[in-house]
């Protein structure tokens, strides 16, 4: 699979000497500047230390069984708009379009950081532009009724949406009736990349539960282990 992420720092160059410092204890495949300058970081036949702990489709060593790509982009740009310019996003389309003919891999294997560790992180942010990299084959998306657009006033079935995060492949908590803590966080993961619109609305409604179980049915991730 595939993770993009953006490296929440103030430039390319810091970044790439961040990735390349052996005492920070992070690394990815990688990074792909503003300007749409493409640094190749780690082989791809590398184990590079950019997931963290995180879990996708039943597997728990993400790093092992993934490609990292970061995009240098320094988090404050997430408030204005693009966040991410037309030089980079060429550049990653490009770039995994190459990775993914290499690997057969299919469209449904790449997410975001926020996907596999929902908990934690938000990268690439609600800004990022899924739907454009659906339309060339690159990712998946399916455009919203209005009604998932909504916020809600209160949550609809938390067993329902679990089981449909869980066939796309995100790391739901073992129970799958609880409004909790890291249910609502896999589900405003969720809706950080399916449902933008939504902002950090807490709940999850009937259309928006029926827009992520038509996904699952979709695109279902192949569960497999460690």
């Known amino acids: 699979m595939v993770v993009l992420h953006y490296t929440a720092m103030a430039s390319l160059e810091a970044a790439a000497a961040r990735l390349s410092d052996p005492a920070a ?3 990815a495949h990688y990074l792909i500047g503003r300007c749409g300058t493409v640094l190749a970081m780690v082989p791809e036949d590398r184990r590079a230390w950019h997931a963290g702990r995180a879990a996708w489709g039943g597997v728990t060593d993400v790093n092992s069984r993934s490609i990292g790509i970061e995009l240098d982009n320094d988090g404050a740009a997430l408030a204005t708009l693009p966040p991410f310019g037309e030089p980079q996003m060429a550049a990653l389309e490009w770039l995994l379009g190459e990775v993914m003919a290499r690997h057969g891999m299919p469209p449904e294997r790449v997410v975001g950081h926020s996907c596999i560790a929902p908990e934690r992180k938000v990268d690439p942010g609600a800004k990022f532009d899924w739907r454009r990299l659906a339309r060339r084959g690159l990712a998946v998306w399916q455009d919203a009724p209005v009604a998932a657009l909504r916020p809600q006033a209160a ?3 938390a ?3 679990h089981a449909a995060l869980e066939g796309l492949g995100y790391p739901v908590p073992p129970a799958p009736a ?3 803590a890291p249910m609502q966080a896999v589900w405003r993961a969720f ?3 399916f449902l933008p619109a939504r ?5 999850a409604g009937e259309a928006a539960i029926a827009h992520a179980a038509a996904l699952a049915v979709r695109w279902p991730c192949a569960r497999t282990g460690v």
Do not use: F, M, Q, Y
Not at 199 to 203: H, L, R
């Open 25 to 27: 204890e992070v690394s």
């Open 155 to 157: 949550p609809g079935d």
């Open 159 to 161: 067993a329902t949406l």
């Open 178 to 180: 609880a409004w909790d």
């Open 191 to 193: 809706a950080l990349r």
């Open 199 to 203: 902002g950090a609305d807490p709940w």
